[in-house]
């Protein structure tokens, strides 16, 4: 039986997460829980030890514990090598795998040719070969360069438990360590490795934890009635013409199509459950403000609205001369350049309703990016 250590009682200050990136979700499940996976599926791995911070057991505890009889949880450190140190005094397995818990894309099979490699060498280090130069620093200088013998490191690093916690006890205040690696090298002998595997990535700034997250992209459409007495506004822009479209708020179909577009890409539901017609503090309501509570919504899901497109079906007004005013106005409500608005308007050759002059309709398509 062997013993795996998954860290993850680290800070996440390069991440630009305001908690442990460890529970950041994607595709259903969070890190932590990606990153476990695996190693549940190999059965000569008896025993799982997860170091998280002392304030997080309850979060973790409720998380993971209930995937497998096989996990624990210690509390980690100030640093990772007294996560790891504290997580080795409760390793009770022949072998040992330390692995970081920001990497969840580590795959089944890399587990088992590590521990192949520990059973017939006494220790395994999976790696990949440096493609680009590493520059050696000296008082804000570069005194040389290198690329031959150099190797970047993965984990999950591998060695005997005895060996790796002695290397651990025989740790000083004046080392610093940032593997388990280098605490072996220094203190048992050198490690052997093997080809990593180039999915097997830590999740660490910013960038990462946006690539998880893929675009969402939503379909809105509204139409209101067009009648006299009422101001024509679109886009939240007044345009001058004899009529105006009716609805409870300011009836702008342009920001409804967008506002729904945004909303039904998250999934969330559309405006009327959130600004029902029946609800008199909405009753002649702008929709800039509508929209922009609605941002804060989307914002929520962990999104931001990065292009939106619209189709604006009327006879009459003539729009064409509005365009630009209308999307300079929305770009600037949205956030994003007035280049990734495209608005396009067209007549229905006097068919139906909006031909007939008697309505205006909006088609739109609203593209969104994740946000932190």
């Known amino acids: 039986m062997n013993t795996a250590i998954i860290l993850s009682a680290g800070s996440s200050e390069r991440s630009g997460l305001k908690f442990n990136k460890n529970l950041f979700v994607f595709d259903g499940k969070t ?27 309850a979060k973790f505890e409720k998380l993971i514990l209930p995937l ?13 090598t007294q996560s790891v140190k504290n997580a080795l005094c409760l ?24 521990a192949y490699m520990a059973v017939n060498k006494g220790n395994c280090v999976p790696t990949t070969p440096l493609t680009e130069t590493v520059g050696e620093l000296d008082n804000g200088q570069i005194l040389r360069t290198r690329r031959k013998d150099l190797l970047s490191l993965q984990t999950p690093q591998v060695f005997e438990t005895e060996k790796i916690k002695y290397a651990y006890s025989k740790i000083s205040e004046n080392d610093v ?29 910013k960038q990462d934890f946006l690539n998880l997250l893929p675009p969402k992209t939503g ?98 007004p003539k729009l064409s ?28 050759e006097g068919v139906g309703d909006i031909g007939e002059e008697r309505a205006i309709a909006v088609n739109c398509v609203c593209t969104l990016c994740a946000c932190i």
Do not use: W
Not at 38 to 49: A, D, M
Not at 99 to 114: N, Q, T
Not at 187 to 195: D, R, S, T
Not at 272 to 286: A, C, F, N
């Open 91 to 114: 390793a009770t397995g022949k072998y040992v795998f330390i692995h970081d818990g920001a990497r969840p894309f580590m795959s089944e099979k890399l587990i088992k040719k590590c």
């Open 219 to 316: 379909l809105g459409f509204d139409i209101h009635t067009l009648v006299s007495g009422r101001k024509l506004i679109l886009g939240g822009v007044t345009i001058p013409h004899t009529k105006g479209l009716l609805g409870h708020s300011d009836a702008d179909c342009l920001l409804h199509a967008l506002m729904d577009a945004m909303l039904s890409s998250c999934g969330l539901k559309d405006i009327g459950h959130y600004y029902p017609d029946t609800d008199p503090k909405y009753k002649d309501i702008s929709s800039v403000i509508l929209l922009k509570n609605t941002l804060k919504l989307v914002k929520k899901q962990g999104y931001k609205p990065v292009n939106a497109t619209f189709t604006i079906m009327a006879e009459k």
């Open 68 to 80: 497998s009889k096989k996990i624990k949880l210690c509390v980690g450190g100030d640093t990772r």
């Open 321 to 348: 001369p509005f365009v630009d005013e209308i999307k300079n106005n929305l770009a600037k409500l949205l956030d994003v350049k007035v280049e990734n608005i495209g608005i396009s308007c067209t007549t229905f």
């Open 31 to 57: 890190v932590i829980e990606h990153t476990i996976a695996p190693f549940l599926k190999v059965k000569s791995i008896g025993e799982i030890i997860v170091a998280v911070k002392k304030a997080e057991i």
């Open 177 to 205: 360590f940032t593997d388990d690696c280098g605490v072996y090298c220094k203190y048992v002998g050198p490690c052997n490795f093997i080809e990593g595997e180039k999915q097997n990535i830590k999740l660490t700034q």
